[in-house]
């Protein structure tokens, strides 16, 4: 696994040149020195959402794909070009669980800095969560990356059933919490 996603790029992907190489002293840049481009790479956008039931309970979903297949996780993903964060976690909710919930609904929680492993390469990401409250009458049902999900009372979390560092650590966060 490359732990900088920078390192997968050897062409100028603004004049093709293979003169594209690591700015010294500033490992998340590449600087063209045939046409002058320098090529930032920022922390890729994610949420995840706490999601409470009337019970205090709080869901996770299983992942159903790698990383971590298999896993418990929060609900949530990425955020796609000129989305807020809030409408990015309406829309993973509602592909993940069939869970259609207004952006009014959503409290912001915190942030983690995660590196998420996709295709060889890691990929820094900043994870934005969100906590909210299920109506009584919710249904949700699996779907894309979730394959099953359940209500956990937060006592009965097994931290060591999370698959990804980040959420593990908001977990702890939570559960310091209560």
Same mark, same amino acid.
């Given at each position: 696994?490359?732990?900088?996603?920078?390192?997968?790029?050897?062409?100028?992907?603004?004049?093709?040149?293979?003169?594209?190489?690591?700015?010294?002293?500033?490992?998340?840049?590449?600087?063209?020195?045939?046409?002058?481009?320098?090529?930032?790479?920022?922390?890729?956008?994610?949420?995840?959402?706490? *999601?409470?039931?009337?019970?205090?309970?709080?869901?996770?979903?299983?992942?159903?794909?790698?990383?971590?297949?298999?896993?418990?996780?929060?609900?949530?993903?990425?955020?796609?070009?000129?989305?807020?964060?809030?409408?990015? *976690?309406?829309?993973?909710?509602?592909?993940?669980?069939?869970?259609?919930?207004?952006?009014?609904?959503?409290?912001?929680?915190?942030?983690?800095?995660?590196?998420?492993?996709?295709?060889?390469?890691?990929?820094?990401?900043?994870?934005?969560?969100?906590?909210?409250?299920?109506?009584?009458?919710?249904?949700?049902?699996?779907?894309?990356?979730?394959?099953?999900?359940?209500?956990?009372?937060?006592?009965?979390?097994?931290?060591?059933?999370?698959?990804?560092?980040?959420?593990?650590?908001?977990?702890?966060?939570?559960?310091?919490?209560?």
């Amino acid at each position: 696994m490359t732990d900088n996603a920078l390192s997968a790029f050897h062409f100028c992907p603004h004049c093709g040149s293979t003169c594209f190489a690591m700015v010294e002293g500033e490992p998340r840049a590449r600087h063209c020195s045939s046409c002058g481009f320098t090529y930032y790479i920022n922390p890729a956008a994610a949420v995840a959402a706490l *999601l409470f039931d009337a019970e205090g309970r709080l869901l996770l979903t299983r992942r159903a794909h790698e990383p971590a297949k298999g896993t418990w996780d929060l609900p949530g993903g990425f955020a796609e070009f000129d989305e807020s964060l809030e409408i990015a *976690l309406c829309r993973e909710l509602h592909e993940e669980l069939g869970l259609r919930l207004p952006t009014e609904a959503l409290t912001y929680f915190t942030s983690r800095p995660n590196r998420y492993p996709f295709g060889g390469l890691t990929v820094h990401t900043l994870d934005a969560v969100f906590r909210a409250q299920l109506p009584h009458d919710v249904q949700l049902a699996p779907h894309d990356d979730v394959d099953d999900f359940r209500f956990f009372p937060l006592s009965q979390i097994d931290l060591d059933s999370i698959g990804l560092e980040s959420i593990r650590s908001i977990l702890k966060q939570v559960l310091a919490l209560k």
